[in-house]
């Protein structure tokens, strides 16, 4: 190595063939991430690369040993205070790549781990790119899951190399491409094992030079051997041409609005740059996806965004109890009692996490129904490419089963997902005792009863947690840790560490009826059913409910959990909470009729072969109405409640009972009850969830409202007592 130029984040180094080798490595920090300087520095060693007569090409690599550049600061961002401020730091960033996409000599990216972000615009502006086969390597533009866009043109290159449709996937998206997709798209030059990484980009940088100066950048240079198949063949036909890309924009734009409901602004932006980019050129979209940029960056939507990521962020590190000395306990083994769907979903999850599991049940045909669920969710992965069918089989071979306690003795971690009775539980809380080992742990899955009341009988009620999954196990993000008074700090860690081993987000909360999410679900159901019952359609409900930014109505979210899952903990919450969660003479008439929703296809929607014949979408099962002693709403006859009343109705249903958490200690912080609500029931994340809202619509404001409906409807709309302290005292949740 011959020379050395040292700067904040980049170093240089030329090798003896000629290839200046650049790192990029943010000092101090464990990832690498694009700070306001990056460009000046950027600038300041590819203009040697240019000058140094010496160099004949570069490659850019990463300081960190697993990952390449994981994007901008989000703290950078979330700190700009005005759109001109964050719409000159866009202009930077087209700059900054101008300097790789405009090198006299060639410049190959090396992606050993995550290029995401601006670390993957940074790759696609180089001349070529190699990756490592690494299952770590993954690129991706995720900024619209932060409400932002791409600022430094990677939409525009990736169109260019790629195509739109391509660029409009994976910008839309956020998704994640692996190696193998980068390199059948032509993104990627070359796939090779991690420890040749460098040999490989630097020849192939060296062969660049050998063929003559590279120009435009990626735009310019495509991967070898990519041929014209049909799907090319027909993306060509359809962006090559006004109509084409017109008709590719039209439909787009439909399926954006659909798809949010108009409360996100990025993914319009996106549209934008890219049809500009389409139509008029690289120049014009910059100019486009500046602008954009800049009123994103300071929207309240990507502000509510980024603090989930923030929180996010900090839940990973989170142990789940204050004390930094207590550490999780080892666990090599779980027990999993129940094959159901529940205790299937748990099961996959965790022997995707790497952990053998024992699954247990009564008899042959319900453990066969648990193996049938977990194989399916394997082969999904393997036919989606997720995973090789090597891969899968590992997988499987850490599942065992039995219809006794044989094989348990060696479990850290016994999880029950068993009928939610509390006799029933009591039953195999003393079962795991007698025959498991010392000092196991014991956790339930139970969605409303008390831990401490199941743990009323353990010989040891130090080891007994409660770890509430949601359905499907194996798609929803959440995991809710409770602890009781007796729960032993070592082993909430390690019910922690397992959920995050499981891929899980964790939040630990206190014990109690419903716990969080339970608790603050129900009132926000239980307000639909009194709607219902005030004579509004079951459509009305649900889409105001939509339309306020809930993935799924309550209605419908009724059916999916289950009518005599509601009908079992109603009584439950009834009794623990009294008036506040008094339902309608409903729920009830509804079992009596065998309707359960969508696991028996009986429920307020159709299911199978009935709703086929409906046509696609969601259709009601207006018999329902009949059960309920309802007439069925005439779909001309306007509502008699609107559809702001709808939504403030059961949003602030939740958001009360959220407070009335937060005032009798339930939460450890305004930050997981937010994250809770989110990841676990799809409290509209643009919305910040119920902490965040509260302090967005103002603590006097939201008071007036639930005063205003507990003059009209009740106890059932009681305040919560710590909302009308901090509406007397202007307090907030966050500074």
């Not at 999780?328 to 952990?355: D, F, Q, R, S, W």
């Not at 909430?492 to 909360?509: C, L, P």
Request: proline share 5%.
């Amino acid at each position: 190595m011959s020379s050395s130029q040292q700067s904040n984040a980049l170093s240089m180094t030329v090798r003896p063939d000629g290839v200046a080798v650049i790192t990029y490595d943010v000092q101090g920090e464990a990832l690498n991430t694009i700070k306001a300087s990056f460009a000046e520095e950027f600038e300041r060693v590819f203009t040697e690369v240019g000058k140094d007569p010496k160099i004949r090409a570069a490659i850019l690599v990463s300081g960190k040993p697993d990952s390449f550049i994981a994007g901008a600061d989000i703290e950078m961002l979330k700190g700009t205070k005005t759109s001109a401020e964050a719409e000159e730091l866009c202009r930077t960033g087209h700059k900054a790549i101008a300097y790789l996409a405009r090198s006299s000599k060639p410049i190959v990216a090396a992606v050993h781990g995550a290029a995401l972000g601006g670390g993957f615009e940074i790759a696609l502006a180089c001349h070529a790119r190699v990756l490592s086969d690494d299952k770590k390597t993954s690129l991706g533009l995720p900024e619209v899951q932060l409400g932002l866009l791409p600022g430094m043109s990677g939409l525009q290159q990736l169109a260019g190399i790629a195509g739109l449709q391509v660029a409009l996937d994976y910008g839309l998206t956020g998704r994640t491409m692996k190696p193998s997709k980068a390199k059948a798209l032509g993104i990627a030059h070359d796939v090779v094992p991690a420890p040749i990484l460098r040999e490989v980009a630097a020849a192939l940088a060296l062969s660049l030079a050998d063929e003559g100066a590279p120009s435009g950048g990626a735009r310019g240079r495509k991967a070898k051997g990519i041929s014209l198949d049909k799907d090319a063949i027909a993306r060509v036909a359809l962006e090559g041409n006004p109509l084409g890309r017109a008709l590719l924009f039209k439909k787009a734009q439909a399926e954006v609005k659909k798809k949010t409901g108009g409360h996100y602004p990025a993914p319009l932006k996106i549209l934008d740059v890219l049809r500009t980019f389409g139509e008029k050129g690289l120049e014009a979209s910059q100019e486009v996806e500046a602008r954009a940029f800049g009123e994103l960056v300071v929207s309240s939507t990507a502000h509510r965004l980024m603090e989930i990521f923030f929180a996010t962020t900090a839940l990973k590190k989170d142990t789940g109890v204050d004390d930094p000395s207590v550490k999780p306990g080892k666990v090599e083994k779980v027990a999993m009692l129940g094959a159901g769907l529940m205790g299937a979903g748990i099961t996959y999850v965790t022997i995707n996490a790497g952990l053998p599991v024992r699954l247990r049940d009564r008899d042959d045909a319900s453990l066969g129904r648990g193996l049938k669920y977990v194989s399916n969710i394997l082969d999904e992965r393997v036919k989606k490419r997720q995973m090789t069918r090597i891969e899968r089989d590992q997988k499987l071979a850490l599942l065992t089963t039995t219809t006794d306690y044989s094989g348990m003795k060696s479990a850290d971690l016994v999880i029950e997902a068993v009928f939610e009775d509390l006799a029933v539980k009591h039953r195999v809380l003393k079962e795991v005792e007698e025959q498991a080992k010392e000092g196991v742990i014991f956790a339930s899955n139970t969605s409303s009863i008390p831990i401490a009341k199941i743990a009323a009988p353990a010989r040891h009620p130090e080891n007994v947690v409660g770890m509430h999954y949601f359905s499907p196990v194996h798609k929803m993000p959440l995991l809710e840790v409770i602890q009781t008074k007796q729960t032993a700090p070592s082993v909430i860690a390690t019910a922690v560490a397992v959920g995050k081993m499981q891929r899980k987000t964790v939040i630990v909360v206190n014990d109690g009826v419903g716990f969080y999410t339970s608790r603050i679900l129900g009132p926000y159901m239980n307000e639909a059913s009194w709607l219902l019952a005030e004579g509004l359609s079951i459509e009305a409900i649900d889409k105001a409910l939509i339309a306020w930014g809930w993935p799924v109505g309550p209605i419908a979210l009724l059916d999916e959990v289950g009518i005599d899952v509601a009908a079992h903990v109603g009584p439950i919450m009834l009794e623990a909470f009294g008036g506040r969660i008094e339902p309608p003479p409903t729920i009830g008439k509804l079992v009596e009729d065998d309707r359960k929703g969508r696991k028996n296809e009986r429920g307020f929607y159709l299911y199978g072969e009935a709703a086929r014949k409906k046509g696609k979408g969601k259709h009601v099962d207006e018999s329902v109405y009949g059960v309920l002693g309802l007439p069925v709403p005439n779909p001309a006859t306007k509502a008699s409640i609107s559809t702001e009343e709808i939504q403030m109705r059961c949003s602030l249903q939740l958001v009360n009972e959220a407070m009335h958490c937060w005032g009798e200690g339930i939460l450890r912080s305004p930050r997981d009850g937010d994250i809770g609500a989110i990841f676990g029931l799809g409290f509209p994340p643009f919305r910040g969830g119920p902490f965040r809202y509260v302090d967005t619509l103002g603590a006097a404001e939201v008071l007036k409202r639930i005063e205003g409906y507990h003059d009209r409807f009740g106890k059932r709309w009681a305040p919560a007592p710590v909302r009308v302290e901090m509406a007397r005292s202007g307090a907030r949740f966050y500074e």
